[in-house]
């Protein structure tokens, strides 16, 4: 803690000449506080104030919700010194000062914590207010803002009471927007506002005004652990001991006549990337107006006729911030009476395709270098480019369009509340939350819809910056929307539709959609292309894809895959004209039944394998043999039992018989993996023989080409001795046979615990380790992957696991196992390739662990793979190993 005098510092003062903080200071002041005191930094107008620190809120907290000391003493000085700077008094009657007060934490949190604005207002000062801005109408909105503000934020009164009651005005007076209201309507405004407050909290509404700022303070501390607040930091990650600062601010009017107003813009297009000046304004308002989507505003750019040299400002201030913080910037802004003021800057909120873009662009101007560009990019954010959209070739017309807030396509089922789009995602329903205006209350609904639609709202409204920092395909402000929300219909164009009913929406075009639309998969190109051809310069592991089929493949090159880690050959036998034989094959008594029925499954395998081959020429493929239980592979219904007995000419009851001879109890762990090779050797025999054939194919047509062929499963040296054996002298036959000598690796998956402890025994018969994380985290913990939805989500809440283990790797537990294997197998077998095959391969928390491991690549679904190209690349940056570069380049040659 920062300390002045022997005493601790809990305030910071910024602007008027004063400024004590910079924008370095993010963790003590927070983002907004530190950004303030930037941009006064950089002689730009910012109304004065002063910023209460983070730590000052871990401090209420820590002493039960009490002021810590000193901080009485401090906000009073640093009020007499804003004070000075303006020329007003805080509570003045006839010259009041009026403050905003702020929440900040570290990373921009938009509307999840609370603000008060106009502060300082009573039935005396407004009065001064109105004497001073020779605008009685101005001073008695301000004042009926601030009640409606203060009584929702600080004393819990609900909002929509306030709301209905101004709602109620307007219709007695006929105007359907709160300008149109006169001085005499807001005044009797102010006093129903009054009594709203008397009667729900049984006391008056507190006229002194230090009173209103301690309680304001207080309510900021406190919404740092609000309901939304907390859902919020848990989706995206915040930790809960970070805290949030409060900003304390000279307020300036947007709502002071046409000449005024306020507005919220970017200095690169948010949704785009495109480089312009890009935002919103609404004349003759404040803040909180833009930001809550209550009125549809206008593009900034109309700044230009209203007021040209407001806009003209706005321009070159952009260009300075952009040069000091070489990032895209979120500014807020107010006009009052053609003066402007700088309220806030912060790196602003952008979807995928805007950061990918901005990023490569930034490099290409000489702002940024590539490596910046690269790390500048989340992991997590690009899988949005990889959402689909709508299928150009669809005939459907849209039956609204609003404007496309967030890119990309989504296709559910109507939810109009956020608990309603949670139940239902949680029901395993697709859902498209549709509401007249989002607030942070939705959060958890949001989050768990495909994508959202309102009716009101700009391009910077709440729903709008919350659906692009999720990735989420977003419109808003689709006026034809007419919202019932206590019937739950909404009716379009003629239509009528209700919850649960399919709509779809664009996020791209802002076009909607009733029904289902058909949706395309995307493709890599342009700026996404770019970035990730620069961050494969800079990553040293390897990226293959999981790819069972030959359209798999081909999707995992396009990608960017440099071959594929894992080819489930179980996968195989369940296509159309496979399953028989398969089946066949099972329900065999001797070993020359069952080869007769393999034999009909080698031709079909050895086709497949010829076809990934071809798709994935001059890269490795690695095929893992048959895994599964043989259980798995039999009906379980009495009318499918019985249709699989008319095609294979036996009674039910054979099949019937024959299934309970191969139930097990607890058949993840029983006969499956390397033991069905060893118990039916045949099988993998038969898989090795389709496996070389298929090669050796490949070969004659000219083409390079090196099988891996994997064994899963294996606890024990001796299992993998035993199935390498038989597996080379197949490999061995086939290439006699074929007139064709090819290179090829024999290696094992390590999903075993007991495999990881003894991997450097392992190791001297293995060419090549894969980690199946999937089962060796399910066997590591003792929980099992199919069933875990039912306690792990709990454990996750209650803090007792950090994540979800089986889609982030448990790094304390299955980590250690890992790294063990990794080291003892290298050590024992310098030429060990060692890869990871689970699903943990696509998850960028997991992949900076498998770099730190030392592992040689990674192999996820194909459309993970751009995710852990990305994060490989910043993983390295941020902690090369060993020899980074070097290593980098040795990665790219061995795949």
Known sequence: MASVDGRTKWVYFFGAGQTEGRADMKNLLGGKGANLAEMANLGIEVPPGFTITTEACNEFYRRGKRWPEGLEEQVKENLRKLEQAMGRRFGDPANPLLVSVRSGARVSMPGMMDTVLNLGLNDVTVQGLARQSNNERFAYDSYRRFIQMYGDVVLGVPRHLFEERLDAKKKARGVTEDPQLSAQDLRELVEEFKGIVRQQKGQAFPEDPWEQLRGAIDAVFNSWNNPRAIKYREIHHIP???????????????????????????????????????????????????????????????????????????????????????????????????????????????????????????????????????????????????????????????????????????????????????????????????????????????????????????????????????????????????????????????????????????GSTGNVYVGQVPLVQPELSGYFATLLEWADEFRALGVRANADTPTDARTARQFGAQGIGLCRTEHMFFGEGRIIPMREMILSDTKEERERALAKLLPLQRGDFYEIFKEMLGHPVVIRLLDPPLHEFLPKEPGAVAEVAREMGVTPEVIESRSRALAEANPMLGLRGCRLGIVYPEIYEMQTRAIFEAACRVAKEGHEIEPEVMIPLVGTPGELAFLKERCQKVAEQVMAEQGVRLPYRIGTMIEVPRAALVADEIAREAQFFSFGTNDLTQMTLGFSRDDVGKYVPTYVEMGLLKADPFQTLDVEGVGQLVKMGVERGKQANPDLVVGICGEHGGDPASVWFFHEAGLDYVSCSPYRVPVARLAAAQANLSKPRAGGKARAVEAHAAD
């Open 240 to 506: 809960g001991d970070w805290g949030t600062a409060v900003n304390v601010q000279a307020m300036v009017f947007g709502n002071m006549g046409e000449d005024s107003g306020t507005g919220v813009a970017f200095t690169r297009n948010p949704s785009t990337g495109v480089k312009e000046f890009y935002g919103e304004i609404l004349i003759n308002a404040q803040g909180e107006d833009v930001v809550a989507g209550i009125r549809t505003p206008l593009p900034v750019a109309v700044l230009k006729e209203k007021m040209p040299h407001v806009y003209a400002q706005l321009e070159e201030i952009n260009k300075r911030l952009e040069a000091a913080y070489r990032d895209m910037l979120d500014i807020e802004f107010t006009v009052q009476q053609g003066k402007l003021y700088m309220l806030q800057c912060r790196v602003g909120k952008r979807t995928a395709m805007a950061a990918v873009r901005i990023a490569v662009e930034m490099a290409q101007e000489g702002l940024i270098d590539r490596q910046t560009a690269v790390l500048r990019v989340a992991p997590e954010q690009i899988d949005q480019l990889l959402h689909p959209t709508i299928d150009p070739s669809a005939r459907v017309e849209a039956v609204a369009k609003g404007l496309p807030a967030s890119p990309g396509a989504a296709v559910g089922q109507l939810a109009f509340f956020a608990d309603d789009a949670e139940r239902m995602a949680d029901e395993g329903k697709k859902v498209v939350l549709i509401r007249a205006e989002t607030s942070p209350e939705d959060i958890g609904g949001m989050y768990k819809a495909q994508g959202i639609l309102t009716s009101r709202g700009g391009m910077t409204s709440h729903a709008a910056v919350v659906a692009r920092g999720m990735g989420k395909p977003c419109v808003v402000g689709c006026g034809a929307l007419d919202i019932d929300e206590k019937r739950k219909i909404v009716r379009v164009n003629g239509r009528e539709l209700r919850e649960g009913d399919w709509i779809t929406i664009d």
